[in-house]
């Protein structure tokens, strides 16, 4: 069916202003629920007094309040206030093949990020809504039929120009392959959401996910809190102001809140570190879906991940508190140790008070540090883990696990931090500074990750859920180096007949999905919303799960590098927004830019890199379809030329 239907389009309403345009219906994909409608408009407008008629060409009229209509009209506008280069305007309709329900109502804005040949594209879907196939004539198509047509449309893409209407084609069997439609409407859920993040640009992306699901999110966190704001009542239905302190009591006032609460509460939710015990408590005592309770409080402390992992090969010990370390030191009942040694406080998140220490001196004083961490907080907690620091290319892995199996898995390089270095001193941190998507290691070495995380989340107790994993390989074939004045993951030589079997050895599970900028990251990267896989865990949604672990058919799209800037120093932001002036002085750089945010605006503290809640300035993901090498050009350029002024 695709044959060219001259027309032309209508746009006024007293003189008749109309456009040159023509359009086409693609040939069926087999790889997609969908076929295309493309839509080409000279954006030039003819005017005629009322009355005259245009034989050569039928009329369409343009009806400015359906949702293909609104789209056009915007474009032509659009085009008239830019003053394009061109008064061509291309478009590609979605026309669905298939009756049923899509799984996320903005499975398009998702799917096309970082589309190449796209310039935008709106979705013209409602959450839960159901889909109509597009029924097409069996006689001739003519240029009256293009309403009806347009009106099952489920949204449409505006593409650079008239050759990119193939190649979008290819695109979008690559993206929209996976199963977005599915044969029932997904009940209505209501889910509490349990400590709303800290702001808008950290958090958006739950938010957008719970509306596109079609889930009622009512946020649980402390009074004050910005969420509560009227001004921001359409990102949940409710809010409730609680203690969410994570202490015993938590899990009790959840029990209470949700018992109390007006409607059906048919989940509880949290991405906090220190309250998932609490949470799955709560949902346990309310007959909630939840993983076992017992697996987060595995989870959630790193000695208890320790001790169930089957490392022999590796000194790990807890001490209670300093006291404690001094004690046993100047008792000889401790182990023999073999520096460098690592020490963190056993419940912590974001490298906070992790140290590598070279001396028994620096032992002591680390493990001050890190048992005071959260031995006043709510959390309560001064003992602390030590074990040997392990060499070998660190990993940061999201891993999906659905009954039981990996449904997806990724893997990503973690740049060596300032406390990797040889000459490091113990107060220097383990923070992160850079992340590359994919990773650079070989597949036997990625195997061996993915096969050993398996393992470890079935052993802590596991069967479903968004994990968030790092960890580093021993006896890597790659090791960080520096050739060509740039610094990267390399093969190196091993000794012949002394190499030995990579191996993974594990720093940590996060049950719950990665960092914020690490989520979108991979999202756009690989097509994986883990936002939302995490909210339909939570209300047990499988068979929205199974498609929406899917990635695009050709994933990764590009090579990524996450580049974090670290507070430096220690003051208050002067600059306004560092990261937004630093994009507009470097259009190159602004080009591959695909995310970014600034954290600290004018006026916000920094405490600098001695602090022991670790905080960054900014983060910017880098990206290139060219290769790695670009990429990581592109982010040490960042890392190098970002500044900012304190006050």
Known sequence: MAATFPFRLATGAQAVESIDAYWTINEKSVQRHCRTLDLVLNSKAHSSPPGERHPEAASVFLDSTSPWGGFVLNLLQSSKRAGAESDIIAIKFILPDSAGFCVRSDFLHIRLAGCDPVVTHRGFLVPRQEIIPTTLPDSDLHASLLPEILSSAIGALHVKDLGSLGAT???????????????????????????????????????????????????????????????????????????????????????????????????????????????????????????????????????????????????????????????????????????????????????????????????????????????????????????????????????????????????????????????????????????????????????????????????????????????????????????????????????????????????????????????????????????????????????????LTQPFKKAPQWWLVITIIPEGKEGVMKTGDAGKEFLEKNDDLNAAVVDHMTWKKAGSRLQGPKAPQLGFVAYFSVASRKGRDEAVRLFRRVAREFSYELE
Request: glycine share 6%; proline share 6%.
């Open 169 to 547: 084609e290819a695109e979008l069997d690559n993206r929209l392959s996976f199963p977005w439609v599915t044969p029932t409407c997904p009940p209505f859920k209501r889910l509490v959401y349990v400590r709303g993040r800290y702001n808008l640009d950290h958090s958006a992306r739950i938010w957008e996910a719970a509306k596109a699901l079609g889930i009622a999110v009512v946020v649980i966190d402390s009074e004050g809190h910005w969420l509560q704001k009227p001004e921001w009542a359409h990102l949940r239905e409710d809010f409730i102001p609680l203690n969410v302190d994570a202490d015993e009591g938590l899990a009790d006032r959840l029990v209470d809140a949700v018992r109390s609460y007006g409607k059906p509460i048919h989940a509880i939710n949290t991405a906090s570190n220190k309250r998932l015990v609490a949470v799955a408590r709560a949902c346990e005592r309310l007959g909630l879906p939840t993983e076992p309770s017992e697996a987060y409080r595995i989870s959630v402390d790193k000695f208890k991940q320790r001790e169930i992992e089957p490392s022999a090969e590796v000194t790990a010990l807890r001490v209670k508190d300093l006291q404690d370390l001094k004690d046993r030191l100047s008792s000889g009942q401790f182990p023999s140790l073999h520096y460098p040694l690592v020490v963190k406080p056993c419940v912590g998140w974001a490298s906070e008070c992790v140290a590598k220490v070279h001396t028994e001196e620096e032992l002591i004083q680390a493990t001050e540090k890190a048992s005071d961490r959260h031995r006043t907080s709510p959390v309560g907690r001064s003992d602390v883990m030590i074990e040997t620091y392990i060499e070998g290319p660190e990993i940061d892995a999201n891993l999906i696990l659905l009954d039981g199996e990996i449904a997806f898995f990724e893997c990503s390089d973690d740049f060596p931090s300032t406390a990797d270095h040889a000459q490091s001193k113990w107060e220097d941190s383990f923070q992160e500074t850079a992340m590359v998507l994919p990773t650079g290691l070989p597949v036997n070495e990625v195997d061996e990750i993915r096969t050993s995380l398996h393992q470890t989340l079935l052993r802590q107790g596991f069967r479903n859920g968004v994990f968030n994993c790092e960890g580093r390989v021993r006896n890597s074939g790659m090791a960080y180096t520096i050739r060509n004045g740039v610094e990267d993951l390399f093969e190196v030589e091993q000794p012949e007949g002394k190499s030995k079997k990579p191996n993974f050895y594990l720093h940590e599970i996060n049950a719950r999905p990665p960092g914020y900028f690490g989520n979108v990251a991979s999202n756009i990267t690989y097509g994986v919303d883990y936002y939302c896989l995490d909210l339909l865990f939570a209300i047990e949604d499988w068979e929205r799960i199974r498609a």
